[in-house]
């Protein structure tokens, strides 16, 4: 009989210290700050919309997926003009490449275009064209 009181308080020890382990863990999914959801920016909005505005069609419309809301975010963050990103996407119209006409019939996506080495790379000329790229 003693041995199965022992057992007994043994497991009651272990409810309660069980119950204040699921306590403790509500309290701490409680108090925890709630996922945060990625939202444009009043600036990186217009990086997006110009995006689509300038380059749609030919180029496929960006969708407004959590990883380029955080890329526009990003890169009106660390150029906020908007003269800068309207010849962003007028230079990237004028590249043949970066609308497809290549070997491979790769073009540029959003996301891509927001890469901060791809913005540099087309920023300075390196896509740069005198052929004409029709909108249309």
Not at 48 to 72: D, G, H, M, W, Y
Not at 100 to 115: C, E, H, P, Q
Request: charged share 30%.
């Amino acid at each position: 009989m003693k041995k199965e009181s022992k057992i007994i308080l043994a497991l009651r020890e272990i409810y309660l210290l069980l119950k204040k382990i699921e306590e403790n863990t509500r309290k701490t999914i409680k108090t925890r700050k709630p996922n945060y959801k990625e939202e444009f920016g009043q600036g990186s909005i217009f990086i997006f919309n110009q995006f689509n505005q300038v380059c749609v069609p030919p180029l496929v419309e960006a969708e407004k997926t959590k990883s380029i809301i955080q890329r526009c975010n990003t890169r009106w963050r660390e150029n906020p003009k908007s003269e800068f990103w309207e010849k962003y996407f007028e230079t990237v119209l004028q590249s043949p490449h970066l609308m497809g006409k290549n070997d491979r019939g790769w073009n540029a996506t959003l996301y891509w275009l927001l890469g901060p080495i791809n913005i540099e790379k087309v920023a300075n000329g390196q896509y740069a064209s005198n052929e004409k790229v029709s909108k249309y």
